[in-house]
Nanobody, 123 residues
Framework: QVQLVESGGGLVQAGDSLRLSCAVS????????MGWFRQAPGKERELVAA????????YYADSVKGRFTSSRDNAQNTVYLQMNSLKPEDTAVYYC????????????????WGQGTQVTVSS
């Protein structure tokens, strides 16, 4: 059974950085696309970044482009989301998710999910 476990969230100030990790166990997801979603209170879950595991191609939402970077470590079976220049509007629960296809923008299209990690950015 596939398990995704996120870590690395926390409370930071605007302008700070955080790195989220998503450790995958149960199988290798080399043919999957890993998405990073976030959900703020009262808002829909939105895709902010994705990485195609096999070749490392990435996607970023306009709201995080230039500030967030996704990467993967094959040996550790882990994906990362490096978040720099954080803003209060980045405050949300962040989730990693996996789907068998390419980059998909809707959370309903993902097969596996982590439990989420809270990121809070104070002004």
């Amino acid at each position: 059974q596939v398990q995704l476990v996120e870590s690395g969230g926390g409370l930071v100030q605007a302008g700070d950085s955080l790195r989220l990790s998503c450790a995958v166990s149960g199988r290798t997801l080399s043919r999957y696309t890993m998405g990073w979603f976030r959900q703020a209170p009262g808002k829909e879950r939105e895709l902010v970044a994705a990485i195609i595991w096999s070749h490392g191609a990435t996607y970023y939402a306009d709201s995080v482009k230039g500030r967030f970077t996704s990467s993967r470590d094959n040996a550790q079976n882990t994906v990362y989301l490096q978040m720099n220049s954080l803003k209060p509007e980045d405050t949300a629960v962040y989730y990693c998710a996996a789907n068998r296809g390419g980059v998909k923008h809707y959370f309903t299209e993902y097969d596996y999910w982590g439990q989420g990690t809270q990121v809070t950015v104070s002004s």
